[in-house]
């Protein structure tokens, strides 16, 4: 059927027709797009691998670049501390003397009790606290972040170490698992950043690490009951139910009461502290030496009372002098070299986890980078040489973060803080045990 439009409704105002156009200049243009060319399987698996592993394409900073000029941009790579000491001055001596001071003030009695964490005697806390932070100092990237001992690891590495051994009837070989752990989480820690696996921090929620953290700080509190308590024999189960059930059965014969008086006395007076702090930022020292003090006044009060012929538990004798070799001590052979491995790898990532975290947390306040894969080489070298050195597993996580927050208050945030205070631990070392 064919419609006609008559002449008068052409004519009408607001009615059109167009004529369809055949000529070529008027068509849409049209545009093609090509396929790549076809890449063999082995072209493709280097590119992927490529994109994956070396996104940010490391060496491109080293092209065009003079012999001596290379060479001097690979050891700042590796050892940033050739970088920065470029342009240190005088003027920010001192606030990384005080800093580095505050700092050792608060390590030397929280190492201590995260020696007795792991099982180990006090003074492979201090040792920790020495070599390993001298070895970040010249190899990691963050400015801020402060290397030690922590609460997690001490109490994870404790008791999956006295699953395997037993750190009273067989003491020497506990040691050298701990050793030889120490070694293999160095190993893992260093092998990720070799691998440039750093990516796979990114993959940690926020809420994971906050429900981790809680749990330990639940399991450590748990804990410290054997002490604030006096119970001489406690249970070596780390459970909720284990743990109140053997506080309640030893309720009548087995806790000291001048142990908890020390215990609740300063535990409110570094409560306080942390109060005064918090309260005028300008005091920020208070909450930072009270750690110390509450050790001093405790120790003079056991002195002059004789408490430890109550029952009080004291910490004895702390060896003198630096870190001795261990390189003999660790397992090379034999069947706990497998024990030493799997315990290592899972201190290993669970200390690297917190230290990338807490370090990218400041990273973040104070605007600079943090590279994921050097932060891996660095706290994995120095686990590594640390083992070799009679420490164990350290790392720089939540449970430091009021030691780091110190270091973001104190007048210069340098890495020089960190070793002025190994020297004062060196001091307390040769000349405070």
């Known amino acids: 059927m064919v419609h006609h439009i008559s002449d008068e409704a052409a004519d009408e105002p607001g009615i059109t027709t167009q004529t369809p156009s055949n000529d070529p200049s008027q068509a849409p243009l049209v545009y093609k797009v090509g396929y790549p060319p076809p890449k063999n399987l082995a072209t493709e698996f280097t590119e992927t691998l490529r994109e994956t592993f070396f996104h940010d394409n490391p ?62 005697d006090p003074q492979y806390g201090l040792y920790s606290s020495f070599i390993p932070p001298l070895i970040y100092a010249a190899m990691g990237s963050s400015r801020d972040i402060a290397i030690g001992p922590v609460a997690v690891v001490s109490l994870l590495i404790g008791s999956l170490l006295q699953a395997e051994v037993d750190h009273v009837k067989n003491k020497e070989e506990y040691m050298r698992l701990a050793f030889t752990a120490t070694f293999f989480a160095g190993i893992t820690q260093a092998a990720l950043g070799f691998l440039r696996l750093g990516f796979l921090i990114e993959f940690l929620s926020h809420a994971a690490i906050v429900g981790f953290m809680g749990g330990a700080a639940i399991t450590i509190a748990l804990q410290q009951l054997k002490y604030v308590l006096g119970i001489a024999n406690f249970t070596r189960k780390t459970d909720i139910v284990s743990v109140m059930e053997s506080v309640w059965r030893s309720v009548h014969h087995g806790w000291n009461w001048q142990t908890i008086v020390i215990g609740v006395s300063f535990l409110v007076f570094l409560l306080f502290a942390k109060y005064i702090g918090k309260k005028n930022r300008k005091l920020f020292w208070v909450p930072a030496i009270a750690p110390i003090i509450s050790v001093i006044l405790a120790t003079f009060f056991v002195y002059i009372t004789r408490a430890d012929k109550q029952g009080v538990q004291i910490v004895k004798h702390i060896e003198q002098g630096i870190n001795p070799s261990s390189v003999h001590k660790i397992y090379f052979t034999g069947p706990f070299v497998a024990k030493g491995f799997k315990i290592g790898v899972v201190c290993g990532i669970v200390g690297l986890t917190e230290a990338v975290a807490i370090g990218r947390t400041f990273a973040a306040m104070k605007d600079y980078q943090l590279d994921g894969n050097k932060e891996m080489v660095a706290l994995g070298t120095m686990n590594i040489v640390g083992s070799m050195t009679s420490c164990y597993v350290t790392t720089g996580s939540f449970t430091l973060f009021r030691r780091t927050e110190l270091t973001v208050n104190c007048l210069e945030n340098t890495v020089p803080k960190s070793i002025s205070c190994i020297f004062f631990f060196r001091f307390f070392l040769t000349f405070g045990s």
């Open 59 to 120: 060496l491109r900073q080293y092209k065009g670049q003079s012999g001596p000029r290379r060479f001097m941009m690979g050891l700042e790579f590796l050892f940033p501390i050739f970088g920065w000491v470029r342009d240190y001055s005088l003027s920010k001596f001192k606030g990384d003397l005080i800093a580095g001071l505050t700092i050792a003030s608060l390590c030397i009695p929280q190492d201590i009790g995260y020696s007795k964490l792991a099982n180990l």
